[in-house]
């Protein structure tokens, strides 16, 4: 049932947006998550929190862990100055296969490059693979007991740099402990903590951004 919500989604982004407007899916999602059917986008208030990191950082090249339907990749590929790149990873293929329709409704398919695949085993490979010196941004919203080795991994891997922001969500709602306990306790790291909602609901979340200090 649940892989037939995110085509009923997609369905309403091609019944209610306009193609190439990246504004109209993102409107579409946020009113048929919140009207029809709950679903684990960021949503449209995270969603504000989203943009104003990723309008301050403006990064050349982004990583997204977790892309499920696209939503947050729209949101993120929207704001990215020409040039630059985004890659979003996901493990579940049939998420994946909406997400790239998505992304493509919205006619940013030549910004992201979406790849399938456990984050752990793929993010050794983005330099070689991407040609990635390292990632400006990061935005973690997969598995929220990956958000730790897969930020030791990003760093292992000098894909984090100096002045690299990792903004990640649900801290709260399901909650990542240990990551918060991770960046907040670093020294290699300057986390801040943005009280939100999860998405279209009242129950308490937020996004942690943490800048990387090398
Ligand atoms: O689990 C989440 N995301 C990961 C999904 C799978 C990632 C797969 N993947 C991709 C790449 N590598 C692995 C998530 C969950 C919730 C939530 C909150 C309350 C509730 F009652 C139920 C659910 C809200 C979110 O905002 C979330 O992001
Ligand atoms: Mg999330």
Redesign the pocket.
């Known amino acids: 049932f649940a892989l037939l919500k995110n085509t009923r989604m997609l369905k309403a982004v091609q019944k209610n947006a306009t193609k190439g407007d990246p504004e109209s899916v993102i409107s579409a999602i946020d009113y048929y998550c919140r009207h029809k059917e709950w679903a684990?986008n960021?949503g449209d208030e995270k969603g504000l929190i989203l943009d104003s990191v990723l309008t301050e950082v403006n990064p050349s090249t982004a990583l997204e862990?977790?892309?499920?339907c696209g939503y947050s990749t729209v949101r993120i590929a929207r704001l990215l100055s020409p040039g630059s790149k985004l890659i979003t990873?996901?493990?579940?293929p049939a998420f994946a296969a909406v997400a790239r329709q998505i992304i493509a409704y919205a006619g940013l398919q030549d910004k992201v490059t979406l790849v399938e695949g456990?984050?752990g085993d793929l993010i050794p490979k983005m330099k070689a693979r991407f040609g990635i010196k390292s990632f400006d941004f990061v935005f973690l919203?997969?598995?929220?007991d990956?958000y730790v080795p897969d930020t030791k991994l990003l760093e292992d891997c000098g894909l984090v740099s100096e002045g690299s922001v990792l903004l990640a969500?649900?801290v709260i709602?399901?909650g990542a402990p240990e990551y918060l306990k991770y960046v907040r306790n670093s020294p290699r790291y300057e986390s801040r903590y943005y009280k939100s909602n999860?998405?279209y609901t009242k129950v308490e979340d937020g996004l942690e951004k943490s800048v990387f200090l090398g």
């Open positions: 684990m960021v862990l977790g892309t499920y990873v996901e493990f579940n456990p984050s919203d997969h598995w929220k990956r969500d649900n709602c399901p999860l998405e």
